[in-house]
């Protein structure tokens, strides 16, 4: 089982239609998957149709009132599953800032999951900003993918997120985190800028950038306010083609171990 965080401090790159879409493609490859949504703002959970209900996150588990497994729902996708946020999750912060560990809580939750290990992949959901919910989900991956959208400010981006990796990396943090990819998002070829940041991901972070690229597509912006995936609303377009050209690219990157 792989645990995969789905981050960038930066808003609105793509991390949650990343996390929604690769999530329901690598489910179609017939791999369970777990989508753990970490932001509050909810997102992932309304993007796939499951209602925010109250006492329902991750939280509970976090500040050690429940264990992970009675958190896990069925979603309408078959093989995906998932762990909704709710607004609560937003004084979760505060509340585990004051616990012993406060940046390893949510491996230690994850720990009995990982040892059982009944889902191929799980994937993180992680709100903007290098907080506390962020800081626990690199604690806690295996890998760290970054949707970056191609913009003027991508690379700066980048640096941010990979000086927090590294300070995790060090004993007794989470010394195995690994750089899953970067994934350009929002590509728009006819635009000069969108393939001069392509160029400089390439060459600041050769064998990191995903090959395949997500672009720029209404309809990826129209799936998630009818509550469905890509691979549903518009199975045969150019962004469910491009997010299945990723599962393909990401389950060959990252074997699941199981
Ligand atoms: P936040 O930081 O607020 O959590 P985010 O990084 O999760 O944002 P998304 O919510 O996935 O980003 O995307 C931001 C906006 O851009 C949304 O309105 C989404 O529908 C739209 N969007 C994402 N990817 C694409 C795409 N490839 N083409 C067009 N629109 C997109
Ligand atoms: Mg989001």
Do not use: W
Not at 152 to 168: N, P, Q, R, T, V
Not at 183 to 198: E, G, I, N, P
Not at 205 to 226: G, N, T, Y
Request: aromatic share 6%; with cysteine.
């Amino acid at each position: 089982m792989q645990v995969i965080a789905i981050a960038n401090q930066k808003g609105g790159v793509g991390k949650t239609t990343t996390s929604i879409n690769l999530a329901a493609s690598v489910a179609a490859k017939d791999k369970r998957v777990l989508l753990i949504d970490l932001d509050p703002q909810a997102n992932a959970t309304s993007g796939v149709n499951f209602p925010v209900d109250p006492g329902m996150s991750i939280y509970s588990a976090m500040v050690g009132e429940t264990d992970i497994f009675s958190r896990i729902q069925p979603t309408l996708v078959p093989n995906l599953f998932i762990i909704p946020a709710e607004i609560d999750l937003a004084g979760c912060e505060v509340e585990i800032a004051r616990l012993d560990d406060p940046l390893v809580r949510l491996k230690e939750v994850l720990q009995p999951l990982k040892d059982a290990a009944p889902y191929d992949y799980v994937f993180l959901d992680c709100p903007p900003s290098l907080g506390i919910l962020m800081t626990n989900a690199l604690a806690a991956a295996d890998g760290l993918l970054v949707p970056v959208q191609c913009e003027f400010y991508a690379l700066e981006g980048i640096s941010k997120i990979m000086d927090l990796m590294k300070k995790l990396q060090s004993p007794p943090i989470n010394a195995p985190l690994q750089l899953t990819g970067v994934l350009m998002t929002m590509y728009d070829a006819r635009t000069r800028l969108s393939q001069q940041v392509a160029k400089e991901l390439n060459q600041h972070l050769p064998d990191h950038i995903f090959q395949s690229i997500i672009p720029r597509s209404i309809r990826l912006s129209e799936a998630p306010s009818f509550g469905q995936t890509i691979l549903q609303y518009d199975a045969d377009g150019v962004g469910a083609k491009a997010y299945r050209n990723l599962a393909d690219e990401f389950i060959s990157r990252v074997p699941s171990g199981n």
